[in-house]
Nanobody, 124 residues
Framework: QVQLVESGGGLVQPGGSLRLSCAAS????????IGWFRQAPGKEREGVSC????????YYADSVKGRFTISRDNAKNTVYLQMNSLKPEDTAVYYC?????????????????WGQGTQVTVSS
């Protein structure tokens, strides 16, 4: 069955970097759109960055543009989220999610399969 496992979260100081990984199993990543979402305490889950299955086009939320980079390695069946210049407001549980084919946007209702999440805490 489709399974996603996130890793790479942790505690980092403001201005630091982390790289999140999302390892996929049970399906071939090539034909799936992938998204990274996050949910901070007391807030709704939001789309952070998504990447298409066909042409590799990407979406970034305004709050992370220029700081985060999404990439996919189909050979490893893994998607990454490189997060630089981290801010305290980036603190959240980060989830990866996927859907067969394309997603029109980077919104959670479009994605069918979800990982368990990984905690990212940005604090001094």
């Amino acid at each position: 069955q489709v399974q996603l496992v996130e890793s790479g979260g942790g505690l980092v100081q403001p201005g630091g970097s982390l790289r999140l990984s999302c390892a996929a199993s049970g399906f071939t990543l090539d034909y799936y759109a992938i998204g990274w979402f996050r949910q901070a305490p007391g807030k709704e889950r939001e789309g952070v960055s998504c990447i298409s299955s066909s042409d590799g086009s990407t979406y970034y939320a305004d709050s992370v543009k220029g700081r985060f980079t999404i990439s996919r390695d189909n050979a490893k069946n893994t998607v990454y989220l490189q997060m630089n210049s981290l801010k305290p407001e980036d603190t959240a549980v980060y989830y990866c999610a996927t859907v067969n084919g394309e997603a029109a946007g980077c919104v959670e209702y479009e994605y069918d399969y979800w990982g368990q999440g990984t905690q990212v805490t940005v604090s001094s």
